[in-house]
């Protein structure tokens, strides 16, 4: 098979580069270690920066997206049991976000793929990468008990944390930034009417967080220890938790019911450079991993997708390899932007197990500085909705 784009991983980054590539008439084949199925039953992400939101449009895959998601002008934090306060993201910098799970992105990504034809290989395994500085790159998979080969131009790895791209970096070229926090987010999915807002909480006995997929979907997390299980938090002690830590002005509004979905995760930040090596590009969860408490992974990997296709599209419209060029610098200067985001806003709303009462009274002075400072906000609301792309 010849392409010209192989794109490893069919999540969120590599469906959508397949797409805008596809509308710009460049072809990709797309190899996905699992199935379709198993991909759209992930629950993960659900808040979209304005620019993530217009570029899904611009593209063509945001209909259902604006029929079915919520926007919100700001969001909601509370600290010590006190009154939540608003902070008011249109006001501040006239943007807004949307509230629309990652789950159905991909839907209809899938979808729209099905429509103008993207090439999708699922349940492809041991991809492999070959002679990727030599100009004609290849790679290599396994589907149906066949190994086949696929000749391209470049290879975009959008394969994830865990995938076969960034580990092809040789290590002297490779350089990773990590940082891997105490505790971890256990996440639930209900189907009861959300919050109207978004509620950040920092309570003395951890992070709380009310968000939502849609009108009848909610998702609420509670910061727990990396040690315990999913069977140790039944439902009723879930809510339980989830009412102490959040604050007396949304306890009340707070519709319980039965968990459909209820998992632990991890908080790490972490960084690979370059996100460019001879003809492989990183691009989302390959190249970088952010706690989820800014909102910011899936956002991150829509961006490095805008920035990759635009450098494809010059590249093969124009002959202009000026952005190719650029790409890994340009992509990084956002994720250390969001990755600073992620880890700053995580250290301001969770308890530390190694916490002093400096410690403390330091975060509780930063969180009222937050509340009354219209500067502290703007500059908060900046970046929760999510710094312009680069031109
Ligand atoms: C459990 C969890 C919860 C999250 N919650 C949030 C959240 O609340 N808010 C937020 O902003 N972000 C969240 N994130 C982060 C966000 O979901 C990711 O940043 C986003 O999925 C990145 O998209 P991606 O396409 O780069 O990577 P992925 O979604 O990981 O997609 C990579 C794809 O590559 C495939 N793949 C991997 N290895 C190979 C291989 N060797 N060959 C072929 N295919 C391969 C995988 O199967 C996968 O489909 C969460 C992530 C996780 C894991």
Known sequence: ??????????????????HVLRRAGIASVVLERQSRDYVLGRIRAGVLEWGSVEFLRANEVGDRMDAEGHVHDGTRIAWAGRDSFYIDIKKHVGSQFMAYGQTEIQKDLY?????????????????EIHDITTGTPHVTYSANGDTARVDCDYVAACDGYHGVGRPTIPHDVLRTYEKVYPFGWLGILSETPPLPDLVYCNHPRGFALASMRNPMLSRYYVQCSLDDTVDEWPDERFWEELLIRLPEDTRDEVVTGPSIEKSIAPLRSFVAEPMRYGSLFLAGDAAHIVPPTGAKGLNLAISDVYYLSRALIHHYERADDRYLDNYSDMALRR????????????????????QTEFDQRAQEAELEYLRSSHFAQASMCEQYAGLPFET
Do not use: K, N
């Not at 192989?6 to 469906?15: L, M, N, Q, W």
């Not at 429509?115 to 999708?120: A, K, L, N, V």
């Not at 290989?121 to 041991?126: G, I, K, L, T």
């Open 335 to 354: 994720v250390w932007s969001a990755v600073r985001f992620s880890w700053w806003l995580t250290l301001l709303l969770h308890r530390f197990p190694d």
């Open 1 to 18: 098979m010849r392409t010209q784009v192989a794109i490893i991983g069919g999540g969120p980054a590599g469906t959508l580069l397949s």
């Open 111 to 127: 979808d729209a793929g099905d429509r103008i034809g993207t090439e999708i290989v699922f349940d492809a395994s041991d991809v």
